[in-house]
C-alpha cells in the first residue's frame, strides 16, 4: 500500500486538480458600500454550466485508506468544509482509469472554497481533527 504525505494546500502545488479561495478571508478588489464590501467571482466554474449544491458529512475513519475514487467527466465540483480542515485526495485525469501512483492528499483550511476540475479523480473529503466533517 502507497503511503500519501497530507500536503499544505498551495494555488501552485494544486493547480493541475483545480483551485480553491478562502472565503473567511477574502482579498483582491472590493465592491465597496457604506456597510458592505463585496468579492465578486473569486472561484468561477464554467460559464455554462448548472451548478448544484449538495451537503455531506463524513465521519472520521480514524485511519485513513483509499479504497475508492470517482470522477465527473464533464462538471467540476466544489466543496468547502464549515466545521473543520478536511483532507482531499486528488489524482490528475486520466482518461477513465485511476491512477493511484498520482494522487496527492492536501489539507483544506476550514471555509475554504475549492473547485476540482472536471476528470480529477477524488472522493469524500476526510475530517483532519473532529469525529465528523460538514
Not at 479504497?67 to 464549515?82: A, D, G, N
Not at 493511484?100 to 472554497?113: G, S
Request: proline share 10%; aromatic share 8%.
Amino acid at each position: 500500500m502507497k503511503k500519501i504525505k497530507v500536503e499544505k494546500l498551495t494555488k501552485e502545488a494544486f493547480a493541475p486538480f483545480g483551485s480553491y479561495y478562502d472565503m473567511a478571508n477574502p482579498e483582491g478588489y472590493a465592491l465597496c458600500g457604506e456597510l458592505h464590501s463585496f468579492y465578486p467571482d473569486r472561484l468561477l466554474t464554467h460559464p455554462t454550466t448548472q451548478m448544484a449544491f449538495s451537503p455531506i458529512t463524513v465521519k472520521n475513519p480514524g485511519e485513513i485508506k483509499i479504497t475508492q475514487v470517482e470522477y465527473h467527466t464533464t462538471t467540476c465540483e466544489i466543496i468547502m468544509p464549515l466545521n473543520d480542515d478536511m483532507i482531499l485526495h486528488v489524482a490528475p485525469p486520466s482518461g477513465g482509469k485511476p491512477v493511484p501512483d498520482y494522487t496527492k492528499a492536501f489539507l483544506v483550511p476550514k471555509n475554504t472554497v475549492v473547485k476540482m476540475n472536471a476528470c480529477v479523480w477524488h472522493l469524500a473529503p476526510l475530517p483532519a481533527n473532529v469525529d465528523e466533517l460538514c
